[in-house]
Each structure stands twice: as structure tokens, then as C-alpha cells.
């Protein structure tokens, strides 16, 4: 017996754990262990000591542990940490019964150190918890996107579907959905597409990605994206991996965009028709005035009330010209399909120009028109001369109408010149009623004008600030308006401009008066079904010693021209049969040599830039200028 107790001592020793033999009142009897250092004392000091004494705050885990035990026979265990908080160890004590017949009921504890098992039980833990909440929030991200996943054997022709895509397909998750089956949820036309893309992924062992429509199992029609790779193994293709996503909305959503897209564009297009006929059918009939009235202008007569009723006439006709063209500038402004026609300018000659044709209605008024610039200047800058132009003529005309005494001024100050560009400051200041500081923004919209009873007769349609605002925007620049009531205001603006070449050659003076010279001797034929812009475009030309042949439609003109050798053709572009854009494609094709002018009442971009892909070259708008006129015939006639 003796030796059978050694025996077991041994056995017990050779373990790595504690071993406790304890009492049924949880009293230490004996402590087997193979390193002592795992007891935090000495082992006689457990002896007969009970197990709260030992293990403190732990002794009533390991109490409940041998009551339950001992009621239920079955083997009981608790994991602790160790005493000592410093350390960060854990242990799993086991307690088994033995009953004896010849002794009283003993219990053995074993304690276990589990400190590399609970970490990796934790880690495992971790990782499981980790997994599980990856999973889900790609469960919910792919209900949200509306997208599963799917592979596929090339082998055994098996498929695998998530359970989106059972969602997408409306079909039962319980019933299987073969390869076979698939091809079958799309029309001819998407199967070949889906067959194609496949096999074309297969021979080339490429992804692909392709947008099809899916009838569902309830029948119902979805867009769908599908996008696969393959997988290789022994060097050939095994699976395919990839995703299908319902795009059904998204695509509504494209459609509906190209639908309002297109409607948007035919809305447009039927405005600058709109446009195109209005500006044709309101400065057809000007022309006739402003031509009219030019030619009496140019005639001499000593009586005074008809040279009076002349002026009128002409005054009136040129506002209403101004106000029609503020509206369609308006237009090509918001419509953004005004752009900068940059050309070799010299500046202070623009100014002076502008300056000498405001002199007349300064002088009127009894006002002091000044121009100032430094001597920094560059003579010569890329400048859309027509755009600022019309950015001074606006200023200084609302200057000089809004100031009763005092003086108007336009001052140049160059801030930046530098071997490319030049940065020009433009003031245009008066000492007229000025503006309040709470309408200084509001003066800059769309038929806005300053309500002040004293200048309320003042004419205008509310536009020019506007459309001065949008033109300096083009050049990439802002305005901004200093201005106290009675006091006057300062409108000014920064433009950088590219410096250019000098100017070998002036541009022609279209000062002319109407004193013009006679034109070189040439044929030309007028062609235009207005029978007054006939008279008034003929009578014009005679001034300049040209008389010219005439045609009412295209048709006639083709025989005019056939009968005769023409060196210019004036041609209207609205014209009813045979329009001026067939006729100048007739005369381009068959009479090469034959110079064409579109003579036309419609401005707008458009039709410039179609003229511009015919390849003509020269436009007279109406209604004309006896001088703009002069000028392109010379142009012609030079380039001839």
C-alpha cells in the first residue's frame, strides 16, 4: 500500500498542475505539485487551512463550486484570475468527489494553468465576434446596394447564389437556380450579350462587367450589372467569382436624365429659333427705317423741319435697335454661348473713339467729358473691341444721363505690365444723382432702375447693367460700383489682357461722315425677298457708285447667275423656297470664284458659327451702317 501511495505521489508530482485534496468542508488536507513556484506559499502553510482562508475573495467561487459537487455528484470547475492583479494570468480549477468506504468523502481539486488557452479562446472569440459583424454589415450592405455574389464551377456546372440574389430575381431561396436556369431570366438579346461576355472572359481568362435587362421570376423586367472574374487552376479557367447588382433605379434615373436632357435641348433649340425669327421679323422692318432714314440724311435739303423730323427718326429707330439688341445679348449671355473674339488692338485708340462719340451728348447737357490714361499703356493688346466697347458705351451712356451737372470721366490706370499680359483698371466716375448703398447690388439685375422721382422720365430698359455685368464677366473680371446719393458714382473693373504685336496697320477709320469715296468698279447681285431692303440696300450702294443687280428669291438669282459673271452676291439668309444658307452652298459649289456676303437681320451665335463651317467669311448685319458697309466691300473687294 505504502508503495502504491508512492506510485501515485509520483504520478501527481510529474503533472504540472496543483492538486488539492480536500475535505467535505473544504479543508486542505494535502497539495501535490511538480514546481512550487507556482504556489504563492510555501504548501505546509495550506495544510488544514480552509479554502477561504487560503484563497481570499476566491474561496467563495471555489465554496459554491464544492456545495454544488457534493449535491449533484457531478464534476464542477470555475476560472479565475491570479491573486495578484499584477499579473495577467488565469487559471481553471476542477473539483471531483471520491467516495471511500473506509474514509470519509474526499474532494480533489486540480487547478490548471489556462493562461495561453484563454488568450487564444479570447482571440478566437474576438475573431468570431469580428467575423459575425463583418458578415452582417456585409449581409446589410449588400440589401442596401442591392447586389450579390455568385460563383461558378466550369467543372461541375454547379452554381452558388447569395441570398440577394434570390431578392432580385424574386424567386423562392429553396429552389435551386442551375446554370442552365440563369440564361433563361434574360431575353435573346441579353442571353447572347451575357453568353458573349463569358465565353469572351473564358478564351482571354478576363473580368467583365456588363449591364443587362433581367425578367424575374415574377416577371417583372430589372436592369441589372453583372461583373465576374476568373479564377485559374492548372493553368486553365476553374471558377468564376463575381457580383450581381440591381441597377434598376439608377438606370430609371439615366433614362429620365437623358429624357430631360433632350427635352431641354429641343427647348433650346426652339428658343434660338424663336429668337431667330423674332430678331429676323423685328429688325427687317428697322432696317428699312434705319436705311430710309440714313438715305435722307445723306441727302441735301435746306429744310429745316424735314432735317429735324430726320434726327427724330433716326434717334428713335436707333434706340429701338438698342433695345432689341440688349435682349438678345441678354440671352447669349445667360445661355453662355457668348464668347470673346480677341484680336491685335490698340487701346487708348478704342477709348478715344468711344470718347469722341459721347463728346456731342456730354456737350448737350452742358457736361465735362474727360479721358484719362497713364503712360504705361501697351499699344498693343488681344481685345474683344466689340465686347468692351459695349461695356464703356453702357457706363458712360448711364453716366451722362444721370448726371445734370458737373463732369463724366473714363480714366486707364495699368497695374501689371509684364513681358505677356497687362492688368488695365477701367474707372468710369460722373457726378451725377449717385446710389444708395442698399441698391448697389439691386442696380445690376434685369429691369432695375434706380426709383428716384427727379429722374424718372429718364429712358432705358433696365438692362444695360446687367448685360455689362454679364460682359465683364466674360473677360473674367467683376464690376464693382462705388456710389453715394448726390454725390456721384464710380463704376470700375480689372481686365488682364494678352500684350500682342505691335500694330503695322491702322484699322480703317470708319469716320467717314457720308462723304465716302467710290467704290472699285465690280459686278454685284442683291438677293433678298424684302422689296424695301432692296430699295434701301441698292440705293445705298449707288452712293457708293455700284449699281447692282436684283433677285426677290434664290430661284432667280440662280439665273441671274447663270446668264452672268458676278463678283460679289449679297444674300439675305431668310428667304422663302430656296433660303440664303442653300443659295450660298449653290454659289460656293458651282461659282467658286464668286465672293457671298450674308446680308441678314438674325445675330444670334448660331447662325455665325454655321456660316463659320460653310466657310463664309463675311456678314452684314442688319440693320447696317452706311459706313459698316463702305468698310466690308473694301474688305471684299481687297481680299479679291
Known amino acids: 500500500m505504502d508503495n502504491e501511495a508512492h506510485n501515485l505521489q509520483s504520478l501527481v ?35 488544514n487551512k480552509s479554502i477561504p482562508e487560503v ?42 468527489k471520491i467516495d471511500s468506504i473506509n ?14 488557452k484563454k488568450e487564444l479562446t479570447d482571440q478566437l ?52 437556380i442551375s446554370s442552365i436556369g440563369i440564361p433563361q431570366s434574360f431575353d435573346k438579346e441579353n442571353k447572347t450579350k451575357l453568353l458573349k461576355a463569358l465565353k469572351n472572359s473564358l478564351d482571354k481568362n478576363i473580368a467583365f462587367d456588363i449591364e443587362l435587362e433581367l425578367i424575374t421570376a415574377k416577371r417583372n423586367k430589372k436592369w441589372v450589372r453583372i461583373s465576374g472574374v476568373p479564377i485559374m487552376e492548372n493553368n486553365s479557367v476553374r471558377l468564376f467569382r463575381g457580383i450581381l447588382k440591381d441597377i434598376t433605379d439608377i438606370k430609371n434615373n439615366q433614362l429620365e436624365l ?146 445734370e451737372k458737373g463732369e463724366v470721366s473714363i480714366t486707364l490706370k495699368t497695374l501689371v505690365d509684364q513681358d505677356d499680359h497687362a492688368s488695365i483698371l477701367f474707372k468710369i466716375s460722373d457726378t451725377g444723382i449717385g446710389i444708395p448703398e442698399h441698391l448697389h447690388n439691386l442696380v445690376f439685375d434685369k429691369f432695375h432702375q434706380v426709383h428716384q422721382d427727379s429722374h ?50 491702322e484699322k480703317k477709320s470708319n469716320a467717314f461722315g457720308f462723304d465716302f469715296p467710290t467704290l472699285p468698279n465690280f459686278k454685284l447681285l442683291i438677293v433678298d425677298d424684302n422689296p424695301t431692303n432692296l430699295l434701301v440696300a441698292t440705293r445705298q450702294l449707288s452712293r457708293f457708285g455700284i449699281n447692282a443687280d436684283k433677285a426677290d428669291n434664290g430661284y432667280t438669282a440662280i439665273e441671274f447667275l447663270k446668264k452672268e459673271k458676278f463678283d460679289v452676291v449679297l444674300v439675305d439668309l431668310h428667304m422663302p423656297g430656296m433660303d440664303g444658307y442653300q443659295l450660298s452652298k449653290y454659289i460656293q459649289e458651282t461659282y467658286p470664284e464668286t465672293k457671298v456676303i450674308i446680308f441678314t437681320a438674325d445675330v444670334l451665335e448660331e447662325v455665325r458659327l454655321r456660316l463659320k463651317e460653310m466657310g463664309i467669311l463675311y456678314i452684314l448685319s442688319k440693320p447696317f451702317k452706311p459706313e459698316e458697309m463702305f468698310e466690308l466691300f473694301l474688305e471684299v473687294l481687297e481680299a479679291k
Open 125 to 176: 472569440e474576438k475573431n468570431s465576434l469580428e467575423l459575425k459583424r463583418i458578415n452582417n454589415l456585409l449581409e446589410i450592405g449588400h440589401q442596401i446596394s442591392k447586389m450579390g455574389g455568385w460563383e461558378y464551377d466550369t467543372i461541375s456546372k454547379e452554381v452558388f447564389l447569395t441570398n440577394q440574389i434570390y431578392e432580385i430575381n424574386e424567386s423562392d431561396q429553396h429552389i435551386v
Open 13 to 47: 508530482e510529474a503533472l504540472d498542475d496543483v492538486i488539492l485534496e480536500l475535505t467535505e468542508q473544504a479543508i486542505i488536507k494535502r497539495v501535490w505539485t511538480k514546481d512550487k513556484s507556482k504556489l504563492f506559499m510555501p504548501p505546509e502553510f495550506f495544510i
Open 258 to 403: 437623358i429624357e430631360a436632357k433632350n427635352l431641354a435641348e429641343q427647348i433650346a433649340r426652339k428658343r434660338t429659333e424663336t429668337l431667330s425669327i423674332m430678331s429676323h421679323e423685328i429688325r427687317t422692318p428697322l432696317n428699312a427705317i434705319i436705311g430710309i432714314s440714313n438715305l435722307l440724311d445723306q441727302a441735301t435739303s435746306s429744310n429745316k423741319d424735314i432735317k429735324d423730323y430726320v434726327d427724330h427718326l433716326k434717334y428713335s429707330s436707333n434706340h429701338l435697335l438698342g433695345l432689341i439688341n440688349d435682349i438678345l445679348d441678354l440671352e447669349k449671355i445667360e445661355s453662355k454661348k457668348m464668347q470673346l473674339n480677341e484680336a491685335p488692338t490698340n487701346l487708348i485708340s478704342l477709348i478715344n473713339n468711344v470718347y469722341k462719340q459721347f463728346l456731342p451728348f456730354a456737350k448737350n447737357k452742358s457736361l465735362a467729358l474727360n479721358f484719362h490714361h497713364d503712360y504705361k499703356t501697351p499699344e498693343s493688346l488681344m481685345i474683344d473691341d466689340l465686347r468692351l466697347t459695349r461695356i464703356l458705351n453702357n457706363l458712360l451712356a448711364n453716366a451722362i444721363k444721370f448726371t
Open 456 to 505: 424718372r422720365q429718364q429712358e432705358g430698359s433696365g438692362l444695360g447693367l446687367n448685360i455689362t455685368k454679364g460682359l465683364v464677366r466674360l473677360f473674367k473680371s467683376e464690376i464693382r460700383l462705388i456710389s453715394k446719393p448726390s454725390i456721384g458714382s464710380i463704376f470700375e473693373f480689372q481686365i488682364d489682357f494678352k500684350k500682342a504685336l505691335p500694330i503695322q496697320k
Open 55 to 96: 484563497f481570499g475573495e476566491f474561496g467563495d467561487i471555489f465554496i459554491n463550486c464544492i456545495i454544488r459537487l457534493l449535491s449533484t455528484g457531478e464534476r464542477q470547475q470555475c476560472i479565475y484570475p491570479d491573486l495578484d492583479p499584477a499579473k495577467p494570468l488565469w487559471y481553471c480549477a476542477k473539483f471531483q
Open 103 to 116: 474514509t470519509d468523502v474526499r474532494i480533489i481539486c486540480i487547478i490548471e494553468d489556462i493562461t495561453a
